[in-house]
C-alpha cells in the first residue's frame, strides 16, 4: 500500500520545474517582443519628426524664409523668374489702359458719295503791280487752306506779295457710314465719320474692307487729314494704299492694311473707296477701321 502512494507524489513533483521553466520561458518571450515593438515605435517617431522637419524645411524655402543664402545660379534663374513675371504684369497693364478706337461698318445705312481733295495749287500776283490776275480757286476751297508768302518773280522787280492756294483737286469715291464699335480712353474719338486724334503721338492703324464688286480690282486708301499745314504742303496725306484683284466670277475679297504712324492732336483719319461706285459688305466684323494708341 504505502508504495503505490509514493508514485504519483514524485510525478507531480517532476512536473513543477518543467511548468516554471515554461512560464520564465514565456516570461522572456514576451520581454523580448516588447522590447522589439518598443524598437519599432520609437524608429518611427524618428522617421516622422524627420518627415516633419523636411516639410518645414521645404515650406521655408517657398516662402523665401529660409535662412541659408543661396547660389549664384539660383539666385539668377530666381531673378529672371520675377522679371518675367514683372514683364508681363506690366505688359498686361499697358494693354489694359492702351486708347483705342474702332468704327465698324453700319448696315443700316448705304454707302454714299464722297469728294477727295487731291493735291495741287496755284499763285495769283500783281502782274503789272495794281493788276491782280483772274484766277478763282476752287469754290470748295476752305478759307483756311490759304497762306500769304513773299515770292520773288523774274519778271517782276523785287519782292512781290503773292497768295497762294491749295487747290482741291476733287475726285468723287465711295465713303462708307460707320458707327462706333470699341472705344477706349479720351486719346480718339469718333468725328463725323472720322476719327478725331485728341492726343499727340504714335498710332497703329488698321482697317479693312470687305468687297464684293465684280471690278478687275479693288481697294481702298487711308487719309491723314492734318489740321496743322506748315508751307504748300498737303492737308490730305494718303497713309496707306489696299489694293486688291477681284475675280469676276466669285467676286469676294477682303483687303487688309495696317502700319504705325504718328499723329498730331486734332488731326483725323478717313478711309475712302477712289471708285464713284463700289459694292462691298457693311457687316461690322468684315469692314472696319480702327486706331490704337502705342505711345
Keep these: 500500500m504505502p508504495a503505490e502512494?509514493?508514485?504519483?507524489?514524485?510525478?507531480?513533483?517532476?512536473?513543477?520545474?518543467?511548468?516554471?521553466l515554461v512560464l520564465v520561458v514565456a516570461a522572456i518571450t514576451s520581454?523580448?517582443?516588447?522590447?522589439?515593438?518598443l524598437y519599432h515605435v520609437l524608429a518611427l517617431q524618428a522617421e516622422v519628426e524627420g518627415l516633419r522637419a523636411e516639410v518645414v524645411r521645404k515650406r521655408e524655402e517657398q516662402s523665401g524664409t529660409l535662412e541659408e543664402p543661396m547660389n549664384g545660379a539660383e539666385k539668377q534663374t530666381h531673378q529672371q523668374e520675377h522679371e518675367e513675371i514683372k514683364d508681363r504684369i506690366e505688359v498686361w497693364t499697358t494693354i489694359q489702359s492702351q486708347a483705342c478706337l474702332q468704327m465698324m461698318a453700319d448696315n443700316r445705312k448705304k454707302?454714299?458719295?464722297?469728294?477727295f481733295a487731291g493735291d495741287a495749287c496755284f499763285?495769283?500776283?500783281?502782274?503789272?503791280?495794281?493788276?491782280k490776275a483772274i484766277v478763282m480757286p476752287n469754290p470748295l476751297m476752305e478759307e483756311e487752306s490759304r497762306r500769304f508768302y513773299i515770292c520773288d518773280n523774274e519778271r517782276l522787280s523785287g519782292s512781290t506779295k503773292c497768295w497762294v492756294f491749295k487747290k482741291f483737286a476733287l475726285e468723287l469715291c465711295t465713303a462708307i457710314p460707320w458707327h462706333v464699335g470699341l472705344k477706349r480712353g479720351s486719346a480718339l474719338e469718333e468725328e463725323q465719320g472720322t476719327i478725331l486724334i485728341k492726343e499727340e503721338g504714335f498710332f497703329f492703324i488698321y482697317s479693312q474692307v470687305y468687297y464684293t464688286d465684280s471690278t478687275?480690282?479693288?481697294?481702298?486708301?487711308?487719309?491723314?487729314?492734318?489740321?496743322?499745314v506748315v508751307g504748300d504742303e498737303s492737308q490730305h496725306v494718303v497713309l496707306f494704299r489696299c489694293?486688291?484683284?477681284?475675280?469676276?466670277?466669285n467676286h469676294f475679297n477682303t483687303c487688309y492694311t495696317g502700319g504705325v504712324v504718328?499723329?498730331?492732336?486734332?488731326?483725323r483719319l478717313e478711309l475712302l473707296i477712289p471708285r464713284t461706285h463700289a459694292n462691298i459688305?457693311?457687316?461690322?466684323?468684315?469692314?472696319?477701321?480702327?486706331?490704337?494708341k502705342l505711345t
Excluded at 5 to 18: A, I, N, S, Y
Excluded at 243 to 249: F, G, H, L, T
Design 5 to 20: 502512494d509514493v508514485g504519483p507524489g514524485r510525478g507531480e513533483r517532476r512536473r513543477l520545474p518543467w511548468l516554471f
Design 31 to 37: 520581454s523580448s517582443l516588447s522590447v522589439i515593438s
Design 111 to 115: 454707302t454714299f458719295q464722297k469728294g
Design 123 to 131: 499763285v495769283f500776283f500783281n502782274d503789272p503791280p495794281g493788276n
Design 216 to 228: 478687275f480690282a479693288m481697294g481702298h486708301i487711308v487719309i491723314r487729314i492734318k489740321k496743322n
Design 243 to 249: 489694293i486688291q484683284s477681284m475675280n469676276r466670277v
Design 262 to 267: 504718328k499723329l498730331d492732336s486734332g488731326d
Design 281 to 292: 459688305s457693311l457687316d461690322g466684323d468684315s469692314t472696319f477701321l480702327g486706331a490704337i
